[in-house]
T-cell receptor, first 114, second 114 residues
Framework: GAGVSQSPSNKVTEKGKDVELRCDPI?????LYWYRQSLGQGLEFLIY????????KSGLPSDRFSAERTGGSVSTLTIQRTQQEDSAVYLC????????????FGPGTRLTVT | AQSVTQLGSHVSVSEGALVLLRCNYS??????LFWYVQYPNQGLQLLLK??????LVKGINGFEAEFKKSETSFHLTKPSAHMSDAAEYFC????????????FGGGTRLMVKP
């Protein structure tokens, strides 16, 4: 079946602009995660959605970052007023309710802030 | 907070040689443990995981890892390296008493020489 998909695959934006990154999880997966991969910080957790529960936002680095998940499926990560330190690869993952520990990752969106 | 240490950011082996990638975690309570592989410009792929049960875990592509509680380690091995194993490998943990978010080590880039 189809895996996790993310769009766009690459995004170049100017400092100060807002960006939206999209994630389509595997069908039937109730949990969805966003991670960020950067040269300076490595791989770090950002936010986690599980079913209808309130999301765990404990990893978001600032209030410029937000995410939503509509209808328990597609998720959008929004970064407002982008800064150069936001440049990174943003990875999305999903997992089934019965196997939350097996996370399947998408190919990522490479964000470059100029 | 949970931390994961991968010794050696770069490891080089000859084709056919043993692969050993080291991972240590910091926790008095053993977490759930994972190894992921990342090929260039791709997302993360789960190689293997330890949650409970047998401490020697077999994964895909001939890899295995052994959970050693006394050493707080979860080293990844493969008896004979193949050129296609060249990639970046990440050790990760999920604390078994808090959430489902992965905490990653810094990664080890494996190079395989012909």
């Amino acid at each position: 079946g189809a895996g996790v998909s993310q769009s766009p695959s690459n995004k170049v934006t100017e400092k100060g602009k807002d960006v939206e990154l999209r994630c389509d999880p595997i069908s039937g997966h109730t949990a969805l995660y966003w991670y960020r991969q950067s040269l300076g910080q490595g791989l770090e957790f950002l936010i986690y959605f599980q079913g209808n529960s309130a999301p765990d936002k404990s990893g978001l680095p600032s209030d410029r970052f937000s995410a939503e998940r509509t209808g328990g499926s597609v998720s959008t990560l929004t970064i407002q007023r982008t800064q150069q330190e936001d440049s990174a690869v943003y990875l999305c993952a999903s997992s089934r309710a019965r196997s939350l520990y097996e996370q399947y990752f998408g190919p990522g969106t490479r964000l470059t802030v100029t | 907070a949970q931390s994961v240490t991968q010794l050696g950011s770069h490891v080089s082996v000859s084709e056919g040689a043993l692969v050993l990638l080291r991972c240590n975690y910091s926790s008095s309570v053993p977490p759930y443990l994972f190894w992921y592989v990342q090929y260039p410009n791709q997302g993360l792929q789960l190689l293997l995981k330890y949650t409970t049960g047998a401490t020697l875990v077999k994964g895909i592509n001939g890899f295995e890892a052994e959970f050693k509680k006394s050493e707080t380690s979860f080293h990844l091995t493969k008896p004979s390296a193949h050129m296609s194993d060249a990639a970046e490998y990440f050790c990760a943990v999920i604390p078994n008493n808090a959430g489902n978010m992965l905490t990653f080590g810094g990664g080890t880039r494996l190079m395989v020489k012909p």
